[in-house]
């Protein structure tokens, strides 16, 4: 439970921070796909994350949709965890964003993935 409101997350989440290289494709266009965003990603849980970007549309393809609203988005990404680690791929679809606190000018989307990524999951739960 918030202090406002009933927590709607399903799954653990865990506080862990890594650089995330994301793109955006067109739902619409799907041969459309923006060039590579770098962000941070954190707030993990082994159906989704929360994604800290300097850019909300890059090449113009906004994260979560197209033009009105119609058509969604996806998403692809390439966690690279904190300490090494091989790279993870995620990808899935944006169900929420807002402007972020910081840095400045800067938003932050969640993510919810398309399947579960074991490879996440086992660097989620190592302690």
């Excluded at 619409?28 to 954190?42: D, E, F, I, L």
């Excluded at 969604?72 to 966690?79: E, H, L, M, Q």
């Amino acid at each position: 439970m918030t202090l406002f409101s009933k927590e709607r997350r399903k799954k653990e989440r865990k506080q862990r921070m890594a650089h995330v290289v994301f793109t955006v494709q067109s739902g619409k266009h799907p041969k459309r796909v923006s060039s590579p965003v770098t962000a941070t990603a954190k707030d993990f849980s082994s159906v989704g994350m929360s994604v800290v970007t300097p850019k909300i549309a890059p090449d113009g393809i906004h994260v979560m949709y197209d033009t009105l609203m119609i058509t969604s988005n996806r998403v692809d990404a390439t966690i690279f965890p904190e300490g090494g680690g091989a790279p993870i791929r995620v990808s899935g679809k944006v169900i929420w964003f807002r402007s972020a606190d910081a840095p400045e000018g800067s938003y932050i989307f969640g993510m919810q993935f398309d399947e579960p990524s074991s490879e996440l999951s086992e660097w989620l739960y190592l302690e």
